[in-house]
């Protein structure tokens, strides 16, 4: 069976600096690319950012551009997403995902992250 | 960047048939057969309920089906039930590794 595992989320100050995983298991983590995608409460699913199996090649949404960065461990089966400088507009739950030709295939579970002072 | 194109809310009876669309441009929805739907009900993750515009993953029900015509592509489900009710997501790739959702559609069971 498929799972995908978030951690790391919390509170912290704009400005600041968080680091999401997301564990994998019950399929071959390194033949999969992977997604991480965001919901800011209330609101609806956004796409932030994709990896490729080695992680030799990574995409940004816009507004995450230079501040986040997606990188993966395949000997330890865990995705990861490094978030800094950030916004009170980066609030949201954020999901690890696994790719299907650009789509989404199977959801983790999510991770709140809250930027407020 | 900007979302697709989705209906902010539809809505429907028990038994009858609703199709919610999704429009984007032919950089995405019209330029690859890598559209996707998925139903989320509150305070849940996403489930995937069609995946490369009209396939469906096992498990999903048959009332649900999905097809694209030009930039634009369609989700239906027939046969409404009360447990249909959620928000639905389309999601497409969109070229150079990147992925783009739809805003999200509000179904409502009446």
């Known amino acids: 069976e498929v799972q995908l595992a978030e951690s790391g989320g919390g509170l912290v100050q704009p400005g600041g600096s968080l680091r999401l995983s997301c564990a994998a298991s019950?399929?071959?983590?390194?033949?999969?690319?992977m997604h991480w995608v965001r919901q800011a409460p209330g609101k609806g699913l956004v796409w932030v950012s994709r990896i490729n199996t080695d992680g030799s090649s990574t995409s940004y949404a816009d507004t995450v551009k230079g501040r986040f960065t997606i990188s993966r461990d395949n000997a330890k089966n865990t995705l990861y997403l490094q978030m800094n400088s950030l916004r009170v507009e980066d609030t949201a739950v954020y999901y690890c995902a696994r790719d299907h030709y650009g789509q989404v295939d199977y959801w983790g579970q999510g991770t709140l992250v809250t930027v407020s002072s | 960047q900007s979302a697709l194109t989705q209906p902010a809310s539809v809505s429907g009876s028990p038994g009858q048939s609703i199709t919610i669309s999704c429009t984007g441009t032919s950089s995405d929805v019209g330029g690859y057969n890598y559209v996707s739907w998925y139903q989320q009900h509150p305070g849940k993750a996403p489930k995937v309920m069609i995946y490369?515009?009209?396939k469906r993953p096992s498990g999903v029900s048959n009332r649900f089906s999905g097809s694209k015509s030009d930039n634009t592509a369609s989700l239906t489900i027939s046969g409404l039930q009360a447990e249909d009710e959620a928000d639905y997501y389309c999601?497409?790739?969109?070229?150079?590794?990147?992925?783009?959702f739809g805003g999200g559609t509000r179904l409502t069971v009446l």
């Open positions: 019950g399929f071959t983590f390194s033949s999969y690319w």
């Open positions: 490369d515009v009209n």
């Open positions: 999601l497409s790739y969109a070229g150079s590794s990147t992925s783009i």
